[in-house]
């Protein structure tokens, strides 16, 4: 099954609360184990390096503690999944989505390019390996979630199209990439 997301608004659920869920898809035949984990500021790295892209991102002072569901194996890097912090505050990693030659043309990826014959290498952008990693620990709202990652995504840019949802008592907001700024 491909990668599903459901939103839950307060007006919808019996009790007035809001609920995001994501399923974890992988390519046919393949699965990839997951793993429960509760990260403590203390262990939130300064910089983050991602493994796919090789960006480098200098990280806030003041991390909060959060859940993540991140690959139990290690090698592709850390693919959170999901999770929930200190604050109360929710958020999936990545639903899949596409995009259009005209959006790509206006607004292309940013591709990772290894070095080769003497040039140095160019760093990818931001995706879904990285994303709880770089916004859960730092957020206090659903709102704030998306105006952390935006400002990521428009410094860093992003090598896939993605939905991300944001959840906290009041609010659910659902943030989509679909270029490699915007």
């Known amino acids: 099954m491909p990668c599903t997301t459901i939103l839950v608004g ?3 659920s ?5 609920m995001i869920a994501r399923n974890d898809d992988s390519p046919s035949g393949q699965f990839t184990p997951k793993k429960f984990v509760v990260v403590h500021p203390e ?20 991390p909060m ?10 090698g592709e890097g850390i693919w959170a999944a999901h ?5 109360g505050v929710g958020m999936t990693a990545t639903e899949t989505i596409t995009s259009n030659a005209r959006v790509l043309g206006a607004d292309p990826l940013v591709e990772y390019v290894p070095a080769k014959d003497g040039v140095e290498e ?13 916004v859960l620990p730092y957020i206090h709202s659903a709102r704030e979630g998306v105006t952390r990652l935006g ?4 410094k860093y840019g992003t090598y896939e199209m993605n ?14 990439t679909i270029g490699g700024h915007h």
């Not at 959060?66 to 194996?73: C, D, G, K």
């Not at 952008?125 to 709880?132: A, F, R, S, T, Y």
Request: hydrophobic share 35%; charged share 30%.
């Open 14 to 18: 019996y009790d007035g609360s809001t």
């Open 122 to 134: 160019i760093s990818g952008g931001i995706g879904e390996e990285d994303i709880v990693s770089l």
């Open 163 to 176: 939905g991300i949802a944001f959840s906290d008592k009041n609010e659910i907001w659902w943030l989509e």
């Open 83 to 87: 999770g929930v912090n200190a604050a």
């Open 10 to 12: 307060k007006k919808a």
């Open 151 to 154: 400002s990521l995504l428009e």
């Open 65 to 74: 503690r959060y859940t993540a569901v991140p690959n139990a194996l290690d």
């Open 43 to 62: 262990e939130q790295p300064k910089k983050y390096e991602s493994v796919l892209s090789h960006v480098e991102i200098d990280l806030p002072e003041d």
